[in-house]
């Protein structure tokens, strides 16, 4: 493939206590798309206590993790909430999964106590009683084929007057109530949708490597790829859950 000459940074975040759910297939998934289109990219782990350098990013990725966990990374995260925002605030691409998406808003509020977070989209979290856990498949703006994936949370979210990710045709989504799934604000994505979301969902990874792209070098059209296999398993799930 001939390259480029363009190139995107992933931050991983906390790659030691959030990635529940195996996230660097999230982040192997966007390297890939990357490299077969000849762009360059490249990935950069932060573990707790490291210093961040939001301006050298491009994409930045909070994975899941236990309610022990995001209370342990919670302190981390209020040290660099301000550049944090400021990165956002700038169209910065963030996907924030399951416990990483509680953690962008208010608080996740827990029978253990209180987990402050980042309140860089006004949502918040509380725990209740039962755990959402299955499949579930959405219909978002952002892609045309539906969106689909596992749940697996035991906290509700709120999202106020943001935009959902989807509208949910299968599962429990947010709050198991409101019919929606996860939050878009800016070039944010925050959802429940853990494990290989971009695998399972090219569509919505190409949207994240647009917007970065776009964000650093202007309007973009990405090479179109074959997903015939990705399209396959995605109409399966589909059907399965959805449409007889
Ligand atoms: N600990 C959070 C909850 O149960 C998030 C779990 C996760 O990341 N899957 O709601």
Redesign the pocket.
Known sequence: MEKTGKKIVIGHLYPDLLN??GDRGNIACMMQRCIWRGIDAETVEFNTGDTIDFSKLDIVLL?????RE?AIVCGNLLKIREQFREYVEDGGVVIA????Y?LLGKY?K?EQGMIEGLNLVDIY?E?EEG?LIDNIVLKSDLADMPVVGFE????RTCINDNKPFGKVLYGSGNDGKSGYEGVVYKNVIGT?L?GPLLPKNPQICDYLIRKALERKYGPTELAALNDSQEEAANAYIYHRFVKE
């Open positions: 529940l759910y994975g899941g993790g236990s309610d995001q999964v399951c416990g990483g509680q996740y827990t979290t725990q755990r697996n949370h035991g906290g429940y853990h």
